[in-house]
C-alpha cells in the first residue's frame, strides 16, 4: 500500500494519483505511524497540518524508516522534513527539497500558503513564497521582467504573511517605478505563473509509482529508540483506534 498525504497542493491529487495511491489529507502528528501500523510500504508526504493541530513528527518518519517503509517527501511540508531527515534514509524530492537541503531557503513558511478546507478541495488561497521566486525566476529568464523589479516583487512578497500573499497585495506593496503599470504587471504574474510545489508533488508520485508494494530491509546504520515521549504517542494512537 502506497499514502500520500496531500492537500492544497495538489487539489486533484485523487485524479491525478490513479489506483496504486491511497490518498489522505494533510498529514498531522500521528498520521505517518498510523500509515505504518496500517500497512503502508511506501509513504508520500507532500502537505502537512502545522497551525491548528501538531505537525508531523520526525519521529514517526524514522519509525517509519525502521520498520522497512521508504518515506518520500517533496513541495512543502514534506521537502522540509526530507532535507531535515535526508541523514536517516528519507527521500527528498524536486525543487523546493534542494533549495531546503542545499540551504539556500531556510524558513518554513517560505512553503506555507493559505487554503480552503477539506469539503472546497483545498484549494490554493495565497500564493506561497517558493512560488512566487520560481515565477520571477522565469520572467527574467525570458527577460519579460528586469532583475531590478524582480527583486523588489520578491522583497515585497516576503515583508508579508503568508495569509495575506497574492498577486495584487504583492505587486502594491513593491516599490516599483511611479509609471509603472501595476494591473498590466499583476496580470502578467498571473499568466506566467510557476506552481513549483505541484511540479514537485507530481515528480513525488512519479517516485513512488516505480516503488516495490513490499517493505525493504530496515536501514541498520542507526537505531530507533523508543523514548518515553514516543511511548506516549503510541498510548494516544491505540486509545483512539
Not at 5 to 28: K, L, N, S, Y
Not at 89 to 107: H, K, L, P, S
Not at 216 to 234: Q, V
Request: charged share 25%; with cysteine.
Amino acid at each position: 500500500m502506497k499514502v500520500v498525504f496531500v492537500g492544497p497542493t495538489i487539489p486533484d491529487a485523487v485524479q491525478m494519483a490513479g489506483e496504486p495511491f491511497v490518498i489522505r489529507p494533510p498529514a498531522m502528528q500521528g498520521d505517518i505511524l498510523r500509515a505504518v501500523r496500517g500497512g503502508a510500504t511506501a509513504i508520500g508526504l507532500i502537505d502537512g497540518n502545522f497551525e491548528y493541530a501538531a505537525p508531523v513528527w520526525h519521529k514517526e518518519i524514522l519509525f517509519a524508516l525502521s520498520e522497512g517503509a521508504e518515506v518520500f517527501g517533496a513541495a512543502s511540508m514534506g521537502a522540509l522534513r526530507a532535507a531535515e531527515c535526508a541523514a536517516f534514509g528519507m527521500i527528498g524530492v524536486g525543487e523546493i527539497y534542494r533549495q531546503y537541503a542545499a540551504g539556500e531557503i531556510v524558513d518554513d513558511s517560505d512553503v506555507a500558503l493559505l487554503h480552503a478546507p477539506k469539503e472546497l478541495r483545498y484549494a490554493p488561497l495565497t500564493i506561497p513564497l517558493v512560488n512566487v521566486r520560481a515565477t520571477l525566476l522565469g520572467l527574467t529568464r525570458q527577460l519579460s521582467l528586469a532583475a531590478t523589479d524582480a527583486e523588489r516583487i520578491e522583497q515585497s512578497a516576503t515583508a508579508l504573511f503568508y495569509k495575506e500573499r497574492t498577486w495584487p497585495a504583492i505587486v502594491a506593496c513593491a516599490r516599483l517605478a511611479r509609471d509603472c503599470d501595476k494591473a498590466a504587471l499583476t496580470a502578467k504574474l498571473r499568466a506566467q505563473y510557476v506552481d513549483q510545489k505541484r511540479a514537485d508533488a507530481l515528480e513525488l508520485l512519479d517516485a513512488l509509482r516505480g516503488r516495490p508494494c513490499q517493505r525493504r530491509a530496515p536501514n541498520r546504520e542507526w537505531e530507533f529508540h523508543s523514548t518515553s515521549l514516543w511511548k506516549t504517542l503510541l498510548g494516544q494512537r491505540e486509545a483512539s483506534g
